[in-house]
């Protein structure tokens, strides 16, 4: 059986860490010999299988000294696992592995997991992926959605896949008394726009005084965000949770889930909330993840990306219109089987044991 190198930056909280969590599981499953290592920060939010071998860096210098030192310890590390394949997520970590891969003898699958107009950040940092990927071997690409996909040129589609993010666990369809509460799942960063959906928020708490909003997740902006509700007057209506697990009890009972960001690869936080047939609210964004699983006015709401007008629209016709919510939570269910574990597995297996490339 193929031996296998995931590469990722770290393991905390992230929708691309919880996807590689979920695919280490699911290859080591199947008797794939499985290896991960992390190379900027080792710190393990999402729990690997005891089946794989993980591999942290050891982190040194700083600046350009840390970056090339991380590049030789990764080397290393694809020479001694032996990995037959070496898949690595996210654009910063996939140059780093390019650059590592050079002269061996290792099937080399990359994954973009978010828009690749705006990561990485800053226009060298994308001119360089962007060559790299065009002039470095690389096998494989896979991408969430077409949109990403088209981004790049034809040398780079000609050898893309694009595959969706599983579901890790399906969980019960909640079939109980929903609560007055809007929740989201997100990293407290720029490109999630919480502050749109605070905002939104505030506006619907001057109609509706009974609802709370719930955020779970952490990153940055926390402070801030937090700051922005007090100076708002709704500190104590909004309830940051910070990075918890078992996050569909936490959230299944909620009335609206809402995802604000200005561009997303795909949210597992939405895929989620459309498993469980939580009435969901998203905007349209970018890179396309949104309006791939939404019909809107059928399934679930799209909004466009910023608009707090239509943001606070969408909220409200949720909470007035609470049978037509509910309605499209029962159709958004139908996902649950397209993006179960098996189904993704198989697709991914499909890429790294060299069938077709599937677009």
């Known amino acids: 059986m193929k031996k296998i190198l995931f590469v990722i930056g770290t393991m905390t909280n992230g929708g691309a860490e919880r996807v590689m969590s979920v695919l280490v599981t699911w290859f080591c499953k199947q008797g794939y010999e ?9 710190k393990i939010d999402y729990p690997l299988d005891n089946r794989a071998h993980y591999y ?11 970056n090339i030192d991380r590049i030789r310890q990764l080397r290393s590390i694809m020479k001694r696992t032996q990995a037959d394949v070496v ?7 996939n140059i780093a592995t390019l650059i590592a891969s050079m002269g061996l ?95 939104c928020f505030y506006n619907i708490c001057c109609r509706y005084p009974d609802y709370i909003l719930d955020i779970y997740g952490k990153g940055i902006l ?14 104590e209506k909004v309830i940051f949770h910070g990075f918890v697990k078992n996050l569909h009890e936490h959230i299944k009972d909620a009335s609206i889930y809402v995802m604000s960001s200005n561009y997303e690869g795909i949210s597992n936080g939405m895929l989620e909330a459309l498993a469980m047939g939580i009435p969901v609210v998203a905007t349209d964004c970018p890179i396309g993840g949104a309006k791939m699983y939404i019909e809107h006015g059928i399934n679930g709401l799209l909004v466009p990306v910023g608009d707090e007008e239509k943001l606070t629209e969408a909220l409200t016709t949720m909470i007035e219109r609470p049978e037509y919510a509910e309605s499209l939570g029962r159709r958004a269910i139908n996902i649950r089987r397209d993006l179960s574990v098996e189904n993704i597995g198989l697709m991914w297996k499909r890429v790294i044991d060299g069938g077709d490339v599937l677009q």
């Open 87 to 93: 898949v690595s997520f996210l654009s910063i970590i």
């Open 56 to 66: 942290p860096l050891r982190f040194k210098g700083r600046g350009v000294q840390r």
């Open 222 to 235: 926390l402070d801030e965000l937090k700051m922005y509700t007090e100076m708002l007057g709704i500190g």
């Open 105 to 199: 003898n290792k099937k080399i699958v990359l994954s973009e997991r978010n828009d690749p107009s705006k990561e990485p950040l800053g226009r060298l940092n994308r001119l360089i992926r962007n060559l790299l990927y065009s002039f470095l071997r690389c096998d494989n690409f896979v991408f969430q959605t077409h949109d990403a996909m088209i981004y790049f040129n034809k040398s780079i589609q000609n050898r893309s896949n694009i595959i969706p993010n599983p579901l890790s666990v399906l969980p019960d369809i909640y079939e109980g008394v929903r609560r007055k509460r809007i929740v989201t799942i997100a990293r407290l960063e720029p490109q999630k726009n919480i502050s749109l959906l605070i905002k």
């Open 34 to 42: 499985v290896s991960v290592t992390t190379i900027i920060d080792n």
